[in-house]
């Protein structure tokens, strides 16, 4: 059943940068039942970019543009030559281009060998080869005045036009007049095309057009019908008709003549600046204050300056190798591309502000409420009214359509109404209850899920609560769908997802987890899987088994609103970000495991969707071409999946420049880099026009990288710290689609080796720290041995002024006393004086024990052990205390520093012993215990406890000087006694931190190499 148009809406609402003049534009058919959508894209549908000095341009004005061989898109400004990769600008001005100086480019072209040709405003031209650019002159076959415009001969050599007239044409070694049967005009020729018949048609700045073919010469002018005798713009249509640009319109040509009905009335006074044929039967003509024309298939679209156009004055144009359109303007640079997805916006006349209240038919068409509250059907010039509320009333929710084309709808007043054939028919509808969903199953039976979690069936105009009520009311519903068992799938909001099958409900909301609680999509395909869109990804429910799909695993969106599957058995979701689409193939990887990974695309704005979030709760349809329908947010989106195109065109990769330590390097694929450099910058890029944003890289270091590493979108590398030698970097590209570059761009790095990288400078350089250290550790040894000279000399002078001064008075005085005491022996006074002569000998011992002390003695050729046993001996020889000395092990003798401790603290403690001791027997032992040094004094004397005496006792046993001793040769002293235990006394020092220092400087030396190389390399810097 037709849906039959009412009353003719209103025109549709156009912004000022786009205007329709013809009928028939948009995807929806002439009639309006709801039938397939044909693939077209609108000029408002296109994907644009925009540049200008703000986004990186030198200049705004782009006069002129061509694309060469390598990707590259060049432009003429008034700052100069721009080369222009799609993300970065470089200017080549007169620094840039020898002999150009402060001139100005007009115009770019590109011959059949790729050379660029620049023709400036003042005499002469310009040729880069891709290496250099040259001048050419008068020496060429140039005129002396300016060329005025660049254009292709028929067999793609170069044709100049001097200002002052004539066409000249490069033969690879100088230009040379072009032939013709007749003189041509004096004005100059700006406009040539090579028509399919052969006809070469030539367009004069002043003087008209001229078909010429063979010696067929015939003039168009004014008196033969054309508008104006300037002629800035010509083309051919597929059936052969020649289109005229000029400063009052646009003509056709049919069959040599000019054909009035064909002239295209958008276009009349409009003053054309050039033409670009973009398909055999779409042209797009730049006019100086009237923006963009473009003709297709008989049709005229006109984009004036706004949101995809920088200015009215588009001054140049070029489609690339990529299907892109150039546009220059008098204010930036703006770039056209066809969309994958067909987006319909308010520029086609969707009523976006209100698009959560439209309706998506099946076959892909919209039904909206317009501002007036009436329904109607389509967009655009298309939209027709096709129904009427009994009451004026804007706020109507369209909940469904039935397959007799019933529109199902709920009003502001919570009324469930029914539209057929334009009529408003209210329905018996249970009070309280507010319709969200329908649905119509396979059998025919109507359903309406509610606000609050009722189910309710329909029967003509009456509806009814269903027998078997559904398990989590109170619950919104969402979403209604039928599989192909039949099963009833219904999708609630914070509540999960529950189904109807046999009589019987089941509630999935534990199988789903916690985190999928909203359904806010369901899809049941024809192999009987149910898919649910949820707000943690996607659900897929396949023989009663769950496989979940996320950003982790490929959906890229985690917010599902919709779903659909294409006739391929393709995926698509859409989400808050976009439309995902994952292949069927992929979706076959989910049989392997809950966790495998599907690779997936996302479709966003740079893809045609102008606003990419999708519509909660919409539903989606797949039309019987196969066309793939989405209520978005803010429009409608609709795909096409047989014609989204893949940029199968590998990016060309290039390597743009190379720095060494920030310095620039000429272009070359090898270069020779100093041993004194320490930083290396390659620059590079992907000369793929279309979407460079998304083009990704990878490069490598052979001879430094063990792996290629992934840059996104940084189109440079650094490296630093490399060792002399030969390496290669490399560098691969993929486009947005995934298509790589199969060969690296490459250069060459062949840095010079330093000093410290020579091939024997491992072996030299611990040779010279072992030879350096060891000497500084003789020159150490040496200042020791020589204060330990000067320590001892003092010792020997003070003994000296000791012995042969106070002691030898004490000596005498002594002699006197022993006299004295001979004469008064037997009585009082000379027992007093027995003792104090006894006293004054027993301090005359100490004494000349306390100098001898002080001298040390002479260490040259005596072991250690002798010189131990031998003060022992002597120390207990007047005595009747036992001494007994034994040697274990065998040993390195030490240092002089060391044996005298050893010898002092022995000396000390035997003397300590002998004097508060009172010892029968003290045992004296040198020992060895693996790399230490042990000297054991034993004695079975009355001992003390060292623990209850007090700080300032430790002088009286001499313990605090001989810890001093100790300590100052790197050795430890320990003393074990108890009172009426006698005492012991252990002396541990490591021989081989006393006696091998100089083979741990030479360890230690093969450490400071590293040191050493750094600080060498600071020296080649200098």
Request: net charge positive.
């Amino acid at each position: 059943m037709q849906i039959e148009p009412a009353v003719a809406g209103p025109p549709p609402r156009w912004s000022r940068s786009l205007k329709r003049v013809s009928f028939s534009l948009f995807l929806l058919s002439s009639t309006f039942a709801l039938g397939s959508p044909v693939y077209r894209a609108n000029l408002s549908q296109f994907v644009s970019d925009s540049w200008n000095r703000e986004k990186g341009l030198p200049q705004n004005a782009v006069a002129a543009m061509e694309q060469t061989q390598d990707g590259y898109l060049w432009l003429a400004t008034r700052a100069g030559l721009v080369r222009f990769d799609g993300v970065r600008a470089k200017l080549f001005d007169g620094a840039g281009i020898p002999g150009l100086g402060t001139d100005v480019i007009a115009k770019l072209k590109v011959d059949s060998d790729g050379a660029l040709w620049a023709a400036p405003q003042s005499p002469g031209l310009f040729r880069y080869d891709g290496v250099r650019w040259s001048r050419l002159g008068a020496e060429s076959g140039l005129p002396s005045g300016p060329i005025k415009e660049l254009q292709k001969g028929p067999t793609g050599k170069l044709w100049a036009t001097p200002t002052e007239g004539g066409l000249l044409e490069w033969n690879g070694k100088k230009f040379c007049p072009v032939p013709t049967p007749k003189p041509l005009p004096p004005s100059a020729v700006l406009r040539v095309l090579h028509a399919s018949d052969g006809a070469i048609w030539l367009g004069f700045a002043q003087d008209g057009l001229i078909r010429w073919q063979g010696s067929d010469w015939r003039i168009y002018g004014t008196k033969q019908g054309l508008f104006a005798s300037s002629v800035f713009g010509l083309a051919e249509s597929s059936n052969g008709t020649i289109w005229v640009g000029g400063y009052l319109g646009i003509q056709a040509i049919v069959n040599g003549k000019f054909n009035p009905k064909l002239t295209l009335a958008a276009a009349k006074g409009k003053e054309v600046e050039f033409s670009l044929q973009v398909s055999p039967d779409e042209i797009w003509w730049g006019t100086r204050e009237s923006g963009v024309l473009r003709y297709k298939d008989g049709e005229v679209e006109i984009l004036t300056a706004g949101p995809m156009l920088y200015d009215d004055r588009i001054r140049s144009g070029l489609i690339d190798a990529e299907g892109s359109i150039w546009l220059g303007t008098q204010h930036g640079l703006n770039r056209l591309h066809p969309p994958r997805i067909l987006f319909f916006g308010d520029y086609e006349g969707f009523y976006s502000e209100r698009a959560e209240r439209a309706l998506l038919t099946p076959s892909g068409k919209i039904v909206q409420i317009n501002e007036n509250g009436s329904l109607e059907l389509g967009l655009g010039t298309e939209r027709q009214r096709i129904g009427v509320h009994p009451l004026p009333n804007r706020n109507q929710d369209l909940i469904g359509i039935s397959k007799d084309q019933t529109i199902w709808l709920r009003d502001s007043q919570n009324a469930f109404f029914a539209v057929r054939n334009g009529r408003y028919v209210r329905q018996n509808f249970p009070p309280g209850e507010n319709a969200v969903v329908f649905l119509e199953t396979s059998s025919g039976d109507q359903l309406v899920g509610t606000f609050g979690g009722r189910l309710l069936s329909g029967a003509g105009d009456k509806w009814t609560y269903v027998p078997h009520p559904f398990p989590l009311s109170g619950a919104r519903i969402t979403v209604l769908a039928e599989g192909q068992d039949k099963t009833l799938w219904v999708g609630t909001e914070a509540h999960g997802l529950a189904s109807y099958s046999r009589g019987l409900w089941r509630v999935w909301k534990k199988d789903f987890g916690s985190l999928a609680k909203d359904i806010l999509s369901l899809h049941c395909d024809m192999q009987g899987r149910v898919w649910a869109g949820t707000n943690s990804g996607i659900v897929l429910i396949e023989n009663g088994k769950l496989h979940f799909i996320n950003k982790s695993t490929g959906s890229q969106d985690e917010i599902i609103t919709a779903l659909a599957i294409d006739k391929s058995g393709n995926l698509w979701a859409a989400g808050l970000d976009g439309i995902v689409r994952i292949p069927a193939e992929e979706l076959n990887k989910l049989s392997e495991g809950p966790n495998a990974p599907l690779k997936s695309q996302i479709f966003a704005a740079r893809d045609g969707l102008r606003f990419p979030e999708a519509l909660a709760f919409a539903p989606s349809s797949v039309s019987a071409d196969g066309t793939v329908s989405f209520l978005m947010a803010r429009g409608l989106a609709q795909i096409v999946p047989d014609m989204v195109w893949v940029n199968q065109q590998a990016p060309k990769t290039q390597i743009e420049e190379v720095l060494l330590d920030g310095v620039p390097l000429p272009p070359s694929a090898s270069i020779q880099m100093p041993a004194r450099s320490t930083r290396v910058e390659f620059r590079f890029t992907a000369l793929s026009l279309l979407q460079p944003e998304r083009i990704s890289f990878r490069y490598r270091m052979l001879g430094y990288d063990k792996e290629w590493v992934e840059s996104d979108k940084v189109r440079s590398a650094v490296y630093s710290g490399l060792r002399g030698g030969k390496y290669e970097f490399q560098v691969l590209s993929t486009n947005g689609d995934g298509v790589s570059s199969h060969i690296p761009a490459t250069v060459v790095i062949e840095k010079k080796k330093r000093f410290s990288e020579a091939a024997w400078f491992p072996f030299l350089m611990p040779t010279l720290v072992g030879s350096i250290a060891y000497a500084g550790y003789r020159i150490r040894t040496m200042q020791l041995r020589a204060k330990h000279h000067l320590v001892l000399a003092e010792r020997q002078r003070i003994a000296r002024e000791l012995h042969d001064g106070l002691l030898q008075e004490f000596n005498g005085a002594t002699l006197k006393l022993a006299a004295i005491q001979i004469k008064c022996a037997g009585n009082e006074v000379g027992a007093d004086l027995d003792r104090v002569v006894d006293g004054l000998e027993q301090s005359l011992t100490e004494s000349r024990q306390a100098i001898q002390t002080l001298r040390g003695r002479e260490w040259e050729g005596v072991r250690l052990y002798s010189a131990l046993q031998e003060c022992a001996e002597g120390m207990c020889r007047p005595t009747q205390v036992k001494i007994q000395c034994m040697e274990s092990g065998s040993y390195d003798e030490p240092g002089t520093d060391v044996k005298e401790a050893f010898w002092q603290i022995a000396r000390e403690a035997i003397r300590n012993s002998l004097k508060h001791g009172n010892p029968t027997q003290i045992r004296l032992e040198l020992a060895v215990d693996k790399n230490d040094l042990i000297l054991s004094v034993d004695d079975d004397g009355r001992g003390f406890d060292p623990h209850k005496a007090a700080p300032n006792q430790g002088t009286r046993f001499g313990l605090s000087g001989l810890k001093e001793r100790a300590k100052r040769v790197g050795g430890s002293l320990q003393i074990e006694s108890a009172a009426g235990g006698g005492c012991r006394l252990r002396f541990r020092i490591s021989i081989r931190e006393s006696q091998s220092r100089v083979i741990n400087v030479l360890r230690n030396a093969a450490k400071a190499t590293s040191r050493w190389r750094v600080a060498l390399d600071q020296v080649d810097k200098g």
